[in-house]
């Protein structure tokens, strides 16, 4: 009988598992040993950390960490797909753990159901060799950044919104990529960022920026292919265009990467009112009397003129009947539309209180605002008109749970 020689740890039944990735002829042996060897860190269990984590749990990774504070939602599993209806209410990182256990159950799992802070991330991300950024949070992305530098770490980062995402791998070391402060060195005002809780997001395109999440994790771990460090990927969706731009390099005047650093031994704390998690942060924008609870609204026997703000495709989902639809952009920046004010002065000088309501009570204290700057001569506009605070959300809650929450 004629003897084989193995020249490689894997066993017969991890040779049959990966048979596919071992005879691609850039891949092999060697790199199938590597990941055998290595760990990756997945922040955000949500849309784009589904499809990673079932990659990276189905490739032959020795260790996979799964961090997410929150828990399964029936809204989350048109595009969350390491979830499922049976796993709903349960905490995300171990509804994903058991989908992922399911695909290989020879994989360390480790699960960390907790909020992120400057305060802990840093004993977390060290154990990995490559965290991918998996969040819908501006914030967060800087205190993954940061503690990814400090830690040496390769950051995979991938964003979504509407029928667009984008991707790159910062703080590659090897190619003396730059960080995520490079470029933004600031956090912009919470306000001024939308994310796809606000705007929306179809399902595929997380599927489609999650997978490739995965892939440039693999290709990092392995040593295999292109990574895509200094290069940003831009995917649209509707128009199914992939374009490849070129980021500058590193800065030396990074507060993090930079020649002097300012952040040296912990990512800083989030600046002071902003949101560092993937809920929607609530604005505070008005004073007390500018504002009506939906108990009060619903207690109200005064004539009360409804304004809706939202979108029209928001609109079709429900809303209040006979309310005066005029969406944020008309009164945000139609100027020169005497018609519509017209309309609004007839409507708020006949009746006694003027109710602006939105999705979750944020657009519509901006539209209060709003409609002061444009009608400020009518009489008693302050204590007429308001904003209905926690908006429609608020009033599913408060007082009618058949109302569609979304």
Request: glycine fraction near 6%; proline fraction near 4%.
């Amino acid at each position: 009988m004629t003897n084989y020689v193995r020249n490689h740890s894997l066993s017969n039944d991890e040779i049959q598992r990966y048979s596919r990735q071992l005879i691609i002829s850039e891949f092999g042996v060697n790199a199938q040993e590597r990941l055998k060897s290595s760990s990756a860190l997945i922040i955000g269990c949500g849309g784009l950390g589904s499809p990673a984590a079932l990659y990276l749990a189905s490739c032959g990774l020795s260790r996979l960490g799964l961090v997410d504070h929150d828990n399964v939602d029936k809204s989350n599993l048109h595009r969350q797909i390491v979830h499922n209806e049976t796993t709903v209410g349960r905490t995300k990182v171990d509804s994903a753990r058991l989908t992922c256990s399911q695909i290989n159950s020879s994989l360390q799992i480790d699960t960390y159901n907790l909020l992120l802070t400057h305060e802990n991330i840093m004993d977390i991300v060290k154990q990995y060799d490559v965290i991918l950024d998996c969040t819908d949070n501006v914030i967060t992305r800087y205190l993954i950044n940061d503690a990814c530098v400090l830690c040496r770490k390769p950051l995979v980062s991938a964003s979504v919104i509407r029928f667009e995402g984008q991707l790159t791998v910062w703080n590659y070391i090897e190619k003396n990529g730059p960080c995520y402060r490079c470029l933004y060195p600031q956090a912009p005002p919470a306000e001024t960022v939308s994310t796809c809780s606000d705007v929306g997001i179809l399902g595929p395109v997380c599927g489609t920026l999650g997978s490739l999440q995965a892939l440039e994790a693999i290709k990092i771990l392995t040593k295999v292919g292109d990574i895509l460090s200094n290069r940003m990927l831009l995917v649209d969706g509707l128009s199914m265009s992939f374009r490849t731009i070129k980021l500058r390099n590193r800065q030396s005047t990074c507060a993090v990467c930079g020649t002097n650093p300012t952040i040296i031994d912990q990512p800083p704390p989030p600046p002071l009112g902003q949101c560092s998690n993937d809920q929607p942060c609530r604005r505070n924008l008005l004073n007390s009397n500018e504002r009506m609870t939906a108990d009060d609204l619903a207690k109200s026997t005064a004539a009360s003129f409804i304004i809706d703000v939202r979108p029209e495709q928001e609109l079709n989902i429900a809303h209040f009947e006979n309310s005066f639809h005029l969406p944020m952009d008309r009164l945000l920046y139609n100027n020169n539309d005497e018609q519509l004010r017209n309309e609004l002065r007839t409507n708020i000088e006949k009746h006694q209180q003027i109710v602006i309501v939105c999705r979750r009570g944020n657009d519509s204290q901006l539209a209060v605002k709003r409609l002061k700057e444009l009608l400020p001569d009518i009489d008693n506009i302050d204590e007429k008109v308001k904003d209905l605070v926690g908006g429609f959300q608020a009033w599913h809650t408060d007082i009618d749970s058949t109302f569609p929450l979304y």
